[in-house]
């Protein structure tokens, strides 16, 4: 875990103008800066950043948020991926709370090392004739093979020792270039083998995989886990593809690197592939970020099925309302490279439109092989649905998907529910609302305002003020936030907080409203009126209730302190 503190000493010092200028060109506009959105295709900007207030807010689709937020949407970075990011381009040092995992640190000389390995490889493609032929038999031009740096290991044991002067180096161990045998004997992991760079979204090598050229086995060799590497965090072709993800907003993940590769060659570019293990959580969470529509395509083999299926699993706890999933199953005799080379790009985008959304794919798979018609059937139905629809947590997408396993089951929306001990949003017992006549909706909003944009006010809130609402309901969870920091935090900070949580889009519409504010706008001047309106209101409240009490039972069933009270409400 990384420290709140060091997050808010890290949003302290960067300027979100800095930041998003490195991926997005801004124009100045008043006191703010626009751009088109990188987030959604515009002709007109409506992508605005606030330096004085360091957020940056889209009036077309609504993306908003802090420095850290950016890079996480912009790379399809994790939280503490866009920290280091920010960190390192700043000159800090992430400090990393203990936790059951050890923070992994990373020598800025091991990407040299796969950077000087690239070249070599690069250059051995371009007097290698045979492996020259094997990529133009594949289809390959040499754009392609430069867009994504295919290179070619050749065969030998200690070919990088050509490039490195010091082939005992550790580094080579450190970033599974090198293997270390019995007696001290060193030889390159890879040989004979068309390589293609594992780079992320920062544009650095952090691995390989070595394709053989015609038979051998293994088929594919990939690059161990390292300090730079772990392929359960990465996707092949990512970093090649995301300018092209963010303009169409779907992405096609497929199993291979020549998958990927072909595809680009025939204008499929936005295509990405696993490293040789299942689809993970962090990939499915890194996807919904970058896209609206990811789609799966594997092999029609009992293999691509079962890696389907795993893709399926892991998406449910992750699904988006209004973020789609499908798959795409091609015939068993085609994996997408020989699909697309045989039926061109046209046929491959068609299936593609028509591949089968999640829903359809879950409610397919649990009722295969089921006599629906049965008590049996209908149980067993039941049985696979179970852990599946427990997972989900999307409002929507669970809510419509338990009706359409209610009903292949024959039975009701609400005894499936009560049969899973799943609690239903639609069903779930409504609390009643605190009435507020003194202290409207707006009111609530300028709160909301003044507090983040000047957090140490929230010292002078009155302790018993509860209201109803959203707003109202977001301002009691900041001075909570607040008290806990001791009214220390700075407004990137607090935004940063609510980022994930249920009040992070109201917070986002408030400060998105501030961008309204004049230069001249005086908060405290502002948060001292309301302050004013609140306590009158909490006071006509407190004289509300005493009055009622008087009316039930007379002067003698108030307490004196409350006779005290009451008589000094009068006065005023």
Not at 86 to 95: E, H, I, N, T
Not at 110 to 118: F, K, N, S
Not at 351 to 374: H, N
Request: glycine fraction near 8%.
């Amino acid at each position: 875990m990384i420290p709140s503190s060091f997050i808010q000493d890290l949003l302290n010092r960067i300027d979100i103008v800095d930041v998003v200028e490195r991926h997005v060109p801004l124009k100045k506009a008043g006191a703010n800066y626009v751009a088109c959105c990188p987030f959604h295709n515009e002709k007109s900007p409506s992508f605005t950043v606030s330096q004085s207030k360091q957020f940056y807010h889209c009036f077309g689709c609504g993306v908003h948020g802090t420095a850290i937020s950016f890079v996480m949407e912009h790379l399809g970075l994790g939280f503490v991926e866009a920290v280091e990011d920010l960190a390192q381009s700043v000159g800090m040092d992430v400090p990393h709370e203990r936790s059951g995992q050890p923070a992994r640190s990373v020598a800025p000389d091991l990407y040299e090392v796969t950077q000087v390995a690239t070249r070599y490889y690069r250059d051995q493609l371009k007097i290698s004739v045979r492996a020259i032929d094997y990529l133009k038999q594949r289809g390959l031009s040499g754009e392609i093979a430069a867009k994504f740096a295919i290179g070619y290991a050749p065969d030998g044991w200690q070919n990088l020792a050509a490039a490195f002067s010091d082939y005992q180096s550790l580094a080579l161990d450190e970033t599974g270039l090198v293997i270390s045998g019995d007696n001290d004997k060193r030889y390159d992991r890879f040989r004979d083998r068309i390589m293609f760079p594992i780079i992320n979204v920062r544009n650095q090598v952090i691995g390989f995989g070595g394709r053989v050229l015609n038979k051998g086995e293994p088929k594919y060799l990939n690059s161990p886990e390292t300090p730079l590497f772990e392929k359960g965090r990465e996707l092949y072709g990512l970093f090649q593809a995301q300018k092209s993800i963010r303009a169409t907003q779907r992405v096609l993940v497929v199993e291979g690197y020549m998958d990927v590769v072909a595809l680009a060659q025939h204008g499929v570019d936005y295509a990405v592939a696993t490293l040789g293990t299942a689809t993970t959580p962090y990939h499915i969470q890194k996807l919904l970020r970058l896209a609206g529509l990811v789609v799966f395509c594997f092999d029609g083999d009992k293999a691509g099925q079962k890696a389907a299926w795993r893709a399926l699993e892991n998406a449910l706890p992750h699904l988006q309302d209004g973020k789609l999933i499908s798959f795409l199953f091609l015939p068993t005799e085609h994996d997408p490279d020989s699909f697309i080379r045989e039926f061109g790009r046209q046929e491959f985008e068609r299936r593609l439109t028509d591949a089968m959304p999640l829903s359809a794919y879950l409610l397919r798979e649990i009722s295969a092989d089921l006599d629906l018609k049965s008590q049996e059937g209908r149980n067993q139905l039941l049985h696979r649905a179970r852990p599946l629809l427990s997972s989900m947590v999307s409002p929507v997408a669970s809510l419509l998907l338990r009706k359409e396993v209610a009903a292949l089951a024959g039975i009701s929306q609400p005894e499936l529910e009560a049969l899973f001990e799943i609690k239903s949003i639609a069903h779930a017992p409504r609390v009643p609302l605190k009435k507020s006549v003194r202290t409207p909706f707006p009111v609530q909003r300028l709160l909301l305002q003044c507090l983040i944009a000047q957090p140490e006010l929230a010292k002078q809130m009155p302790v018993e003020w509860h209201e109803a609402g959203a707003d109202a309901e977001a301002v009691e969870a900041v001075l909570q936030v607040l008290k806990d920091a001791g009214y220390s935090m700075s407004t990137p900070a607090l935004m940063q907080t609510f980022e994930g949580t249920i009040h992070a889009r109201t917070l986002a519409q408030a400060e998105a409203d501030m961008l309204g504010w004049g230069e001249d706008f005086d908060v405290e001047a502002e948060f001292s009126g309301l302050l004013d309106r609140l306590n009158d209101g909490l006071r006509r409240q407190r004289f509300q209730a005493l009055q009622g009490k008087l009316a039930q039972g007379g002067l003698s069933c108030l307490t004196g302190e409350e006779r005290e009270q009451y008589l000094r409400l009068l006065q005023r």
